[in-house]
């Protein structure tokens, strides 16, 4: 199987117009903000990043993720496997001034530049949250009374 590494930064505009697919691994020792979460850095992502323009000036990129993800419950500390099945189609904006950018939109940096491995790890905390825990109906947690 060909495995191709993910380039950290992409131009973004520029892989819009020309189509470009992006199909790879994702190793959670490249994502350290999920990493603490993780119980095994072996545990590997299916990422696939189409990146696609309508017109000449509205650019945008389909993310998929897929894989199952052993994290540690941070409600009951208990370990648990999570299967990620995550789609997102989002606008490439460029660096915004003032304001924050929509939920459906990804900022570029000033270079018109897009960090691959952060959007896939913001990507992957949409799915589980910024603190995963088990559905609550199966955590550990012993409810004091
Ligand atoms: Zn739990």
Redesign the pocket.
Request: charged share 20%.
């Given at each position: 199987m060909n495995k191709i590494i993910l380039p950290k930064h992409v131009n973004a505009v520029k892989n819009a117009k020309n189509n470009l697919l992006y199909v790879s691994e994702v190793n959670f020792s490249d994502l350290p903000r999920i990493q603490e979460y993780a119980i095994s850095n072996d545990d590997v992502l299916q990422v696939k990043i189409n990146f696609f323009s309508k017109g000449t000036r509205n650019h945008h990129l389909t993310i998929e993720i897929n894989g199952v993800f052993n994290i540690q419950?941070q409600?009951?500390n208990?370990y648990f496997s999570k299967t990620i099945e995550h789609s997102n189609t989002l606008k490439i904006v460029p660096q915004s001034q003032v304001v924050s950018i929509k939920e459906d939109e990804v900022e570029m940096n000033e270079e018109n530049m897009l960090n691959l491995l952060d959007l896939i790890e913001d990507e992957i905390i949409l799915e589980i949250g910024v603190f995963p825990?088990?559905p609550k109906d199966i955590?550990?947690?012993i409810t004091e009374s």
């Open positions: 419950c409600r009951c208990e825990y088990h955590c550990n947690t």
